[in-house]
């Protein structure tokens, strides 16, 4: 297992198993969102998956839609105040390349909504999006649940959880 997702697991934020899911799917060139509140450690995690996926492939930082298109083999979707967030994260469903980013109660996103959109224009079929979600219970932020999402040739969303 890397070592950066490994300290996740020694400090319980996460098990062993979904370290090993998260680890496949960025492997498997496929998109990871990481929701919650910013106090469950979200930005912390989502930042060293991104780092696990610039030691291993190229990648881009978005700072705006022109980014999107980029030739690389991962996207890096930080948190942008100035930007249509879900729009931007609804053009990465659609582009060539997997991408990370984050999606919090100030950056709302419905993954299932750009995704349709993103049929509708033709892409996104087939792509992987893993949203990996983080509460916190007394105190103690966890990764409470990873679902799979993929849409199907005829524009169905198939949800799985972990």
Request: hydrophobic fraction near 40%; proline fraction near 4%; charge should be negative.
């Amino acid at each position: 297992m890397n070592p950066m997702i490994s300290k996740f697991v020694d400090s319980k934020f996460m098990t062993e198993e979904q370290a090993q899911y998260v680890e496949n799917a960025i492997n498997n060139n496929e998109s990871i969102v990481v929701s919650g509140h910013r106090s469950t450690g979200t930005r912390p995690f989502m930042a060293t998956l991104m780092g696990v996926a610039k030691k291993q492939y190229s990648t881009v930082q978005v700072k705006g839609f022109d980014d999107i298109n980029a030739d690389t083999e991962y996207l890096l979707i930080l948190a942008l105040d100035n930007l249509d967030f879900e729009a931007l994260v609804g053009d990465a469903i659609g582009a060539k390349a997997p991408f990370i980013s984050i999606k919090e109660p100030e950056h709302p996103v419905s993954l299932m909504k750009v995704m349709k959109q993103q049929f509708k224009l033709g892409k996104g079929i087939g792509k992987k999006i893993h949203t990996i979600e983080a509460k916190k219970v007394d105190g103690v932020p966890y990764v409470d649940k990873i679902i799979e999402f993929c849409m199907d040739e005829s524009g169905k969303i198939v949800k799985t959880d972990l």
